[in-house]
Structure formats: structure tokens, C-alpha cells
């Protein structure tokens, strides 16, 4: 499966907005998004100066934007956004809890990663087990109850200690915690939509698939 490997900035730029996708370097003062806050490219800054966009180019932009903060392809996108239309509920909440139970996720809201990409890394090399079992599927969805741990030979890793003692951390969510110490995190209870601190607006992403 490909990956977007260009600029992350780029990423940023492009959806107007700061995505974090670098972790601690996007609160650097260096940040390409607050020097050129315009899209990328040639017609960059015309397509700023655009005074409305068309409600399908909302959508849009709305659907790319979370799926480049989560780091998930369209093919992924696609099937957990029916997934998500066949439980009760709000189709778009339903949506994106299931994107924060993802594994990879769940790492990065423990804080034992400073990004997402970061934490898909650590569990793709087999430093992540839940519940005393090694997972190393980015994807795996983590239930209530579950506990989440770095491997005994991995807990001294540089990357894990310097996103725990970051000074720009992100405060611990409720629907999680965390024994920093031992490095072992636990899913309290499955996120709702007031838990999750995204600026996106979900319902763009259900008119667009329902289409």
C-alpha cells in the first residue's frame, strides 16, 4: 500500500490549516504554514484569494483533511466509513471514534509517541502489546479495558522518553490513561464526540459518501 513520504507541510498548507502531522516540530517557530499560509504550488496564492468554494469542494477537503491527520488511505477511509453507517448513532461521531480506537492512535493519545506516524512506527516494529500480546497492525482496534503496553526491552526507547517529558505535550484525554512509569496505558472507555479535540466538521464526509 502506497504512502504520501513528500513535505507533511505541504499537507498543512494545502487543507489551511496546522495538522500536526510532525508532532513536536510543528510547534516550532520554523513552521512553513505560518510563513506561506496559502495551498502549494504555482496558483497557490490564487486559489486563496477564491472567494467561495462549491459545497462538493468542501466535502472534499474535509474527507482529505482527516484522513491525512490519521494517516489512513482512501481504501481504509471507505471501509471504516460504512462500518460506521451500520451502527447506531451518528454516522459521522461513529466515523471517528473508530479512527481514535485505532491502534496506532491510541499510542499517540497515551503520549508515548509525539505523532501518529511515530506511533504507527513503534507498533509496526513490534514495540507495542496489547494485553501482554505484541500487536504490530497500526490498524488493530483497541476495545474499552484493554491494555496497552511498550515491550519490557523497548521501555528505554529515546523516542518514547522524548515524547513523555516534551514540554508541549497534549494533556491526557479521559477515555484514557496512563502509568507513565511502567509505560502502560489502558482504553478507560470508547471516546464521544465531545472528547476529541478535532476541528473537522464530520458531516461533510457523510454528505460526500452519501451521495
Request: proline residues 5%; positive net charge; hydrophobic residues 35%.
Amino acid at each position: 500500500m502506497s504512502r504520501y513520504t513528500g513535505p507533511v507541510c505541504k499537507l498543512c498548507r494545502r487543507e489551511n490549516q496546522k495538522l500536526f502531522l510532525k508532532g513536536q516540530k510543528c510547534y516550532t517557530d520554523k513552521c512553513p504554514m505560518e510563513r506561506r499560509a496559502y495551498p502549494p504550488g504555482q496558483h497557490g496564492p490564487a486559489q486563496q484569494r477564491r472567494r467561495k468554494q462549491s459545497d462538493y469542494a468542501n466535502q472534499l477537503r474535509e474527507k482529505q483533511k482527516v484522513k491525512r491527520i490519521y494517516g489512513v488511505q482512501e481504501r481504509q477511509f471507505r471501509t471504516l466509513f460504512t462500518r460506521a453507517a451500520h451502527v447506531p448513532g451518528i454516522t459521522g461521531e461513529n466515523l471517528l471514534v473508530a479512527l481514535e480506537s485505532r491502534l496506532d492512535n491510541v499510542v499517540f493519545r497515551l503520549g508515548l509517541a509525539s505523532s501518529r506516524k511515530q506511533a504507527r512506527q513503534l507498533v509496526r516494529h513490534r514495540h507495542v502489546e496489547v494485553n501482554h500480546r505484541i500487536v504490530d497492525v497500526p490498524s488493530f482496534d483497541v476495545s474499552p479495558g484493554d491494555e496497552i503496553s511498550v515491550k519490557g526491552r523497548s521501555k528505554d526507547l529515546a523516542q518514547i522518553q522524548v515524547s513523555l517529558e516534551a514540554r508541549t505535550r497534549p494533556a491526557l484525554l479521559e477515555w484514557v490513561a496512563l502509568d507513565e512509569k511502567a509505560r502502560v496505558g489502558r482504553m478507560v472507555r470508547k471516546p464521544k464526540r465531545e472528547d476529541i479535540p478535532l476541528a473537522v466538521q464530520e458531516q461533510l464526509i457523510v454528505e460526500l459518501y452519501s451521495k
